[in-house]
């Protein structure tokens, strides 16, 4: 129906622009203004899926198949990883931290990497899907929206775009949220401490990515 392409339109257009006058606009521009956008982001998120009845089992927040989505996502993260250590041998970048700092950082990394699939997993792949009625329009167009979350970072932009467009394939292949931001961790962690900084930006993007120029 069109009213609820028209309702899934405005959700994801609406997640779209909190995210990125987040990133552009306010954030730090006053105490508690992260806890401020998290609310709002899963706030919007339960709302859409409470509106259509989406359990949590639909949305691949599940345990049931996981050796599955693990088979799965191995096909794409074991490569990229592999690859990623090699070019930061050959470059002589590598620049690991040590394993306590590691251990203590995993946690955090972990939780950010879920909160991003979720979002353009179980949100913005889901609701582009309702839009246009065609699982590779809502890849494609899932993939531009988290690639532009990644601007002005010109080594992030086309990896988040390609990063997109195999996470949409994989869940469509096998919906599990958890493997998939499990995975989007470690590629983050590899890319970021086997190439040299000069290259990956430190990551940063919004205006944080020009305090490094």
């Known amino acids: 129906m069109k009213s609820d392409r028209a309702i899934a339109l405005f959700e994801v257009s609406a997640m779209i622009a909190l995210l990125l006058s987040y990133i552009w606009l306010w954030h730090g521009a006053f105490r508690g203004s992260f806890l401020v956008v998290l609310a709002l982001y899963f706030g919007l998120g339960v709302t ?18 996981v050796p599955r989505a693990l088979r799965n996502a191995a096909i794409v993260f074991v490569p990229v990883i592999v690859l990623a250590l090699l070019v ?27 909160a991003q699939q979720y979002g353009l997993l ?65 590629i983050s962690y590899v890319l970021l401490c086997s190439l040299p900084p000069g290259v990956t930006h430190g990551l940063r993007v919004g205006p944080g990515y020009f305090a490094l120029h």
């Not at 930061?88 to 879920?114: I, K, M, N, Q, Y």
């Open 48 to 65: 859409s899926h409470l509106l259509r009845r989406e359990s949590a089992r639909e949305l691949g927040i599940r345990l049931d198949n």
């Open 88 to 114: 930061g041998h050959v470059l002589d970048s590598w620049h690991f931290a040590s394993w306590e700092r590691t251990l203590v950082e995993a946690p955090w990394l972990v939780a950010w990497a879920l």
């Open 122 to 186: 179980c949100f913005i792949y889901r609701r582009f899907g309702d839009v246009f009625g065609h699982l590779s329009s809502a890849t494609a167009s899932a993939s531009v929206a988290f690639a532009t979350f990644h601007l002005p970072n010109p080594f992030l932009v086309p990896v988040t775009l390609a990063a997109g467009v195999a996470a949409c394939t994989l869940y469509r292949r096998e919906p599990n949220v958890l493997v998939i931001g499990l995975a989007h961790a470690m």
